[in-house]
């Protein structure tokens, strides 16, 4: 049902109290139904890489994509929508009708806690991956959100930060992204915690104007969860919904709001209205409420991720590395803890649970066996709280199979509830009434002996104990009232204690429940760390008995999260002497990094070959072994300038000054900025490299514009190599001479990608939106396109441009 005058009589039988109530959630994860009109409730779930459900729940297995970044790298829209088709058919298989995702705010800083979860620096890059995954989830009857309306660009004290920005930037820049969200139909978007200018998002004029009166948006926006502190405010700008529930600002407080003439009748009407056609859209009302059923099979599924892992990866360099030829390797050292434990996923609210991950180090011993062998040496230990236990060490002292035992119990220490389960990290356990102590107890089965870190994470009161011994018992106040850290990531206290090989000692962990500290507990255990000496000449030993070195290294837990910035990009001393070692022993070293966003590589000149992986999902091992292996080309272009040190960034600051963000860059954003202060960044916006070469060879296209009409530009190049390849060709835009109005010295205006064979010749069609080609007028409030020169440039990055064509822009009498 989406007929409007329908919804005009549903509205009718509603009462003012009854509509009101169902602009709040019913619970976390649901909104409210309403049998008088046979309206089911809509479950929402986040959704970013993978669709969690309704819970924290190891047991319930999500399919975890390559995170948004590595997503965008592949410049590739078809993929994008495929990806989003598998969040919808992930949504369907858990009963979810509303994915939280896409993530449309901007890598900012480098050191943005959520830079792995946003798409990209530039908004049309941006704007064209969250229109593709918007384009697929929603295909298949699954809304999409889009989120965080807007500026919401990192963590650092994100309830309450209130970024200062003009208004031509908001427009240009960080609307931009929304706008393409809305035209690709987006269902919903969430407005988030922070401020804009002076003013609480959920409460801002900007819900309203752009986004609702000029736009168009008919969907509902949805406030992010907790982020509704006020009443009249938030009720009478364009905020529709109110999470989590069934507690909140509105309920009863707007229905006196209402009565009392503070909020304008109609504007609830709204609400309400924009509500049902959003129930409408996913089949949940009117009867039959029909459960959708995923229209992908889990192999289906894993091979797409698969895929995605290698369309992904950037190969920023190659000394006649890769690919490498596994006809033509013995042995393989695969070196850094991160290849058997690689990282899949950034830390937040957008974590799940994977159905399954292959680490590097799997994925190559697969893609090798029977071919080469595969050597494993960890190298010095990676820094961080020690990992959650898991069944290859704890097992549950009840009935000994592998896992742990969760108990809940009042307060005289009194069973309420016992359950096994396979991890350590309880981000939800169940709290039946009279819970006052989460517990989780394991035998350990070390096969090391010596000094253990042991620790436990949450709020509150917190004990561990050994075979009856204590190691820790005290009180740990929160630190924050931020949601994320809270629920999902807080903080570890580590202790040590002496294990020994062949023993199985009694862990016992247990945090006390109290008001406002959430109740998360995570349970964590790491073997002794190895001499960092002897380590690293382990290493350098691997690598010199070996055909290649393989060295994965990258981000900690700790750090690329919701909830917080990073301080630094710096991986760390013991990794990069790792990775310098390996390289003195072995120039046919190959570094992949496993990082979400960028980090220094001091040592990037030093080593054979050099790939990026960021959070690669679930499929991590196996796609990266495609790339190395050669069985895919590395399809990924950086969608983000890739700074050599944090000091050469143009913009570092997350951190407010007595509470404001000024965006004083402007509009010189991602690559615009580091051409403004004329910097050299490691790697340009767009640059990433394939197995073959290219000639970029001719530019065509129009000598004169018309101001709302766009170009189209023909780009016409050669594959020179001796493979079949894909290249990126990216056109940019510059107005050389204009001094009425700022631009950058260049910026994004549209790619293409091209296949080739082996000395072939090809021809790029790129189409230039007229938008690209205008700047929004303050004084008008409007779009206006200066007439004048415009240079079209193409090329493979934002700084390798052979190409380039003159336009005229303008009255083309």
Not at 7 to 23: E, F, M, S
Not at 268 to 296: E, F, Q, S, T
Not at 332 to 344: D, L, Y
Not at 420 to 434: F, I, T, V, Y
Request: proline residues 8%; charged residues 20%.
């Amino acid at each position: 049902m989406t007929d409007e005058d329908a919804l005009d009589r549903l509205l009718d039988k509603l009462t003012p109290h009854a509509g009101i109530r169902l602009l709040t959630g019913a619970t976390t994860w649901r909104t409210a139904a309403e049998p008088d009109l046979e309206m089911g409730e809509l479950v929402l779930s986040d959704g970013p890489a993978g669709v969690r459900g309704e819970g924290w729940d190891e047991r319930d297995t999500s399919v975890l994509l390559p995170s948004a970044s590595a997503l965008a790298a592949s410049w590739d829209e078809q993929l994008v929508e495929e990806a989003g088709g598998l969040l919808a058919s992930e949504a369907r298989r858990k009963g979810v009708h509303v994915v939280l995702a896409p993530h449309l705010n901007l890598h900012r800083s480098p050191l943005a806690g959520r830079h792995f979860e946003c798409f990209s620096e530039d908004p049309v890059l941006t704007g064209r991956m969250g229109a593709a995954l918007i384009r697929g989830i929603q295909a298949h009857g699954v809304a999409a959100t889009a989120k965080h309306y807007v500026a919401n660009d990192a963590e650092t004290d994100r309830l309450t930060v209130d970024v200062r920005i003009d208004e031509r930037t908001l427009r240009e820049v960080h609307l931009a992204p929304f706008e393409a969200a809305v035209a690709a139909g987006v269902r919903l978007v969430m407005a988030g915690y922070h401020q804009v200018n002076g003013v609480t998002m959920t409460a801002h004029e900007l819900l309203g104007a752009p986004l609702k009166s000029e736009w168009g948006f008919d969907g509902v926006v949805v406030s992010d969860w907790g982020a509704v502190r006020g009443t009249r405010d938030t009720a009478r700008a364009g905020l529709d919904l109110q999470m989590p529930g069934p507690a909140g600002e509105w309920g009863e407080a707007l229905v006196r709001a209402v009565a009392a003439g503070e909020v304008e009748e109609r504007a609830v009407r709204d609400k309400v209205r924009r509500l049902l056609r959003l129930a409408a859209w996913c089949g949940m009302l009117g009867r039959p409420h029909r459960a959708a059923r995923p229209h992908l099979r889990s192999g289906q599924a894993r091979s797409l991720a698969r895929r995605a892992v290698a369309a992904g990866a950037v190969l920023l360099a190659n000394r006649g590395v890769l690919p490498l030829d596994p006809a033509r390797l013995g042995t393989v050292a695969v070196i850094g803890a991160a290849a058997a434990r690689t990282r899949t996923q950034g830390g937040g609210s957008a974590g799940v649970f994977p159905q399954g991950e292959v680490s590097l180090l799997d994925g190559l011993r697969a893609g090798l066996r029977g071919r080469a062998r595969v050597v494993h040496v960890p190298g010095p230990a990676p820094a961080g709280p020690p990992p959650p236990l898991d069944p290859l060490l704890a097992s549950d002292p009840r009935t000994a199979a592998p896992g742990v035992l969760l108990r809940i119990l009042d307060a005289s220490g009194a069973e309420l509830l016992a359950e096994h389960r396979a991890s350590g990290r309880q981000l939800e356990p169940p709290l039946p009434p009279g819970a006052h102590t989460v517990e989780i107890s394991a035998r350990l089965r070390p096969r090391t002996s010596g000094s253990w870190r042991v620790g436990i994470a949450g709020f509150g009161r917190l004990a561990l104990g050994l075979d009856g011994h204590p190691l820790l018992d005290g009180e740990f106040a929160t630190t924050t009232d931020d949601p994320a850290v809270l629920h999902v990531s807080p903080p570890a206290q580590v202790v040590t204690a002496r294990l020994t090989a062949g023993t199985t000692p009694l862990l016992v962990a247990r945090r006390e429940l109290a008001p406002g500290t959430g109740r998360a507990v995570v349970v964590g255990a790491a073997p002794p760390a190895p001499d960092r000496a002897a380590a690293l000449a382990a290493a350098s030993r691997a690598a010199r008995a070996a055909d290649v070195a393989v060295v994965a290294v990258g981000t900690g837990e700790q750090y690329e999260s919701e909830g917080r910035d990073r301080a630094h990009l710096s991986l760390g001393p013991d990794q990069d002497a790792l990775v310098r070692a390996v390289a003195r022993a072995n120039p046919r070293t190959v570094v992949v990094v496993n990082s979400g966003g960028p980090v220094e590589l001091p040592w990037r000149h030093d080593v054979g070959a050099l790939l990026l992986a960021w959070f690669p999902g679930q499929e991590a091992g196996g796609g990266l072994a495609d790339v190395l292996l050669g069985r895919s080309e590395p399809g990924g272009r950086l969608p983000t300038t890739w700074p050599a040190r944090l000091a050469d960034a143009p913009v570092t600051r997350t951190r407010p000054d007595a509470g404001r963000l000024p965006y004083t860059e402007g509009i010189h954003v991602g690559h615009r900025g580091w051409l403004r202060e004329g910097r050299t960044p490691a790697y340009w916006f767009g640059h990433g490299l394939g197995y073959t070469t290219w000639a970029y060879e001719h530019i065509s296209g129009p000598a004169r514009a018309a101001p709302d009409a766009g170009l189209t530009v023909l780009v016409r190049l050669r594959n020179t190599g001796a493979r079949p390849g894909r290249e990126v060709v990216q056109v940019y835009l510059s107005r050389p001479g204009s001094t009425a109005v700022e631009y950058p010295e260049r910026w994004l205006a549209g790619w293409a990608a091209v296949r080739a064979r082996p000395g072939e010749t090809v021809v790029a069609r790129i189409p230039v939106p007229a938008r690209a080609l205008s700047h929004w007028d303050v004084g008008s409030g409007g779009w206006r396109t200066e007439p004048g020169p415009c240079r079209v440039l193409a090329g493979s990055s934002a700084d390798q441009l052979p190409l380039t064509l003159d336009v005229r822009v303008g009255d083309l009498t």
